[in-house]
């Protein structure tokens, strides 16, 4: 090869790693041999978003213990579609998927910025369905009030893997295992949601008692600490079959279900930590878990 031919490769290829989105992304997500944690955040109220109490300071201090990922991957209790799906697009949207509260909370905006490039790697990653790239949907307020309060400079990239809402609790668990290649390569995956979640018997006007759950909210609390410790997966996944207060705590399984994610990413020797573990207005709790 002359020199001319071999300038000639040098330009073509150095236009051709400018042209492939994936080069600079999969070289920034080498592999190591340190694996990131997982999360399972409770994250309850809008009103934590913009709140500084003791579940969004904890949330904070997450920011600051565990390495800074190169990356936020969120599975969130508030996008529930048909199919699977993943936010693609460079600069999402805040949504303010709630109502009835202060204008406050409808003002706040978490700029961070996506990356197309992760989600079609992540989308790669996944064998046992199709992924979508979403470019409409954006962090809806299961990703934004927690991960504002990690990040508030907003300066790393969040992407949502969307929930299939008519698949089984197995599939879900299946399917995070997928994602397991994600946790060494600086990627931080939380999944957003409650443990226990029965908006339609929440005690209103106990909200401001610290603590207060009813018998059987605290009962099914354990049950699932307990699970989660043992190892106990299988009852976890067919949680229907708890008794009465399982069926209380899950009347529909959209919060349950990335907890599953949390726990299908499990590895074997990684550690178990519980925080934020209180109950709210009677019948939700904040309980959450790291894992790693």
Not at 232 to 245: P, T, V
Request: glycine share 8%.
């Amino acid at each position: 090869m002359n020199r001319s031919d071999f300038i000639k490769l040098a330009i073509g290829g150095t236009t051709m790693m400018a042209l492939n989105p994936l080069y600079n992304w999969s070289k920034e997500l080498k592999s190591t041999d340190e694996r990131w944690p997982v999360l399972f955040i409770g994250h309850g109220s809008p009103m934590n978003g913009i709140e500084d109490n003791e579940f969004s300071k904890t949330w904070s201090k997450f920011g600051t213990k565990i390495p800074k990922p190169k990356a936020v991957l969120v599975i969130s209790a508030h996008w529930l579609t048909n199919g699977t799906h993943i936010t693609a697009m460079d600069a999402p949207k805040t949504i303010h998927d709630f109502g009835g509260f202060p204008q406050a909370l409808f003002e706040v905006q978490y700029p961070a910025p996506g990356c197309p490039e992760l989600a079609i790697e992540t989308s790669k990653m996944i064998a046992s369905t199709q992924v979508c790239l979403d470019h409409d949907w954006g962090l809806d307020h299961g990703t934004w009030t927690v991960v504002r309060h990690m990040y508030p400079k907003a300066d790393i990239p969040v992407l949502q893997l969307s929930i299939d809402y008519s698949k089984p609790p197995q599939y879900h668990y299946n399917l995070a295992k997928e994602l397991a290649s994600l946790r060494k390569k600086g990627v931080l995956i939380i999944g957003s949601g409650n443990m226990v979640h029965n908006l339609g018997m929440v005690a209103w006007d106990k909200l401001s008692e610290p603590e207060y759950g009813y018998d059987w909210a605290h009962e099914i609390n354990r049950v699932f600490k307990d699970k989660i410790v043992s190892g106990d997966i299988k009852s976890l996944i067919e949680y229907e079959k708890l008794g009465s207060a399982a069926k209380l705590a899950i009347p529909t399984p959209d919060h349950y279900f990335p907890l599953l994610y949390t726990l299908g990413l499990q590895e074997q020797t990684d550690s178990i930590d519980f925080f934020n573990d209180k109950a709210v207005g009677g019948s939700l709790t904040m309980t959450s878990v790291k894992i790693g």
